[in-house]
């Protein structure tokens, strides 16, 4: 019998750790699509393939072949790429953070009769996964808080930071403004807003500021307050703040000397080098998701935490790996039929469906991550 055929859309640094994931034990064949020759060449013992995914017509021809795709674009081209992908024909599990909503392509997944899985990385992703649980086993929900960060283990002045995914959604989460439910009602505040510190175990203090981590659960669960919070050493937030509101952000061309120049190319070609991680820089993951409610007419309070370490025997990144191997766990639902939902699929719906989020909690446990719940 040959095996499945998996696609993987970017051959950075998480979908890299996602397509040797797939590939180890032989239970998938996979190449991976990207247009850096670079990155292609880095990938050992996996098919590869030279591809512009920035284009629909070469999305179409870099999944050609494909029984199912795992996409790991960058943002700004996730949309148009699971678009692509669903009007080839393909199902797919993705992990972009795009800006739009996925539920436009909901209809044309349904029409194609395809899975298409959203948002699938650690959070959004592994959280929504346990959320979309228990709402299958308490009464009702309350209050639902991500707090979510990926962090170097080295603090280096003057950021403090590596990004362990693509930096330009790094600057997306700094950038595009926060929604969040209080008592029942969207509210909207700048990214960046709200800091609080936050004592973790293992870690220490770090602050805690919006970032519009909630997208698809701002619609699909019933609770009046939902909230995200990203995760950085203190300090890291003035900093943001302060290149956010000089302009260093803005993408609209202004004139330097004759040349029209987009603040944001300057800032990426200036930053990005200094928050590029290296061969064997190490990192850390951190999620705390926390589900209040109510089951048979008491209250509850259900608390999930994750840490994860840089992973010294494979070199692989904390980041890539929560990322990367939920993504591949949701991907190994769908690819065996344990996961059929067509259309458009947020991670809180896989979450529902009975024996899935064990299955996702057991797949990252044999990778060495591991979560934490107490009930209260």
């Not at 600057?171 to 926060?178: D, G, L, N, Q």
Request: aromatic letters at 8%.
């Amino acid at each position: 019998m040959t095996a499945p055929h998996i696609i993987v859309l970017g051959a950075g640094r998480v979908g890299a750790a996602m397509a040797q994931d797939l590939a180890k034990d032989r239970e998938f064949q996979v190449t991976v699509a990207d247009v850096s020759e670079t990155a292609l060449g880095r990938l050992e013992n996996l098919g590869i393939r030279k591809a512009d995914l920035s284009s629909a017509a070469g999305v179409a021809a870099a999944v050609e072949g494909a029984d199912l795709v795992v996409g790991a674009v960058p943002g700004f081209m996730g949309f148009e790429t699971v678009k692509a992908v669903l009007e080839a024909g393909k199902p797919i599990v993705d992990i972009s953070f795009f800006e739009e909503d996925p539920f436009r392509l909901d209809e044309l997944a349904k029409a194609k009769g395809l899975v298409a899985v959203t948002d699938c990385g650690v959070a959004p992703g592994c959280g929504n996964i346990l959320l979309g649980h228990m709402e299958t086993r308490l009464d009702r929900i309350h209050r639902f808080v991500t707090l979510v960060g990926g962090l170097p283990v080295v603090r280096s002045w003057p950021f403090e930071y590596q990004a362990g995914f693509s930096p330009i959604d790094v600057i997306e989460e700094y950038t595009r403004p926060s929604r969040y439910v209080a008592h029942g009602k969207e509210v909207v505040m700048p990214a960046l807003s709200e800091p609080e510190l936050i004592e973790f175990p293992g870690v220490g203090t770090l602050e805690a500021f919006n970032t519009d981590g909630l997208r698809t659960l701002l619609n699909t669960i019933d609770a009046p307050f939902k909230i995200e919070k990203t995760l950085r050493y203190p300090g890291h937030i003035e900093k943001m703040r302060m290149l956010r509101e000089v302009g260093f952000f803005n993408k609209e061309p202004i004139d330097v000397g004759g040349v029209m120049v987009a603040p944001l190319d300057l800032t990426t070609k200036l930053l990005f080098p200094m928050w590029q991680m290296k061969e064997g820089d190490e990192d850390f993951t951190i999620l705390r998701v926390i589900v209040e409610g109510e089951q048979q007419g008491q209250s509850v309070t259900h608390t999930f935490d994750m840490l994860d370490r840089y992973d010294h025997a494979t070199g692989v990144t904390s980041m890539a790996r929560t990322t990367g191997y939920t993504c591949t766990a949701v991907a190994r639902l769908v690819a065996s039929g344990r996961y059929t939902r067509k259309g458009i699929s947020p991670p809180e719906y896989v979450g529902r469906e009975a024996g899935c989020r064990d299955f996702v909690l057991e797949e990252l446990r044999k990778r060495g991550i591991k979560f934490t719940e107490t009930v209260s």
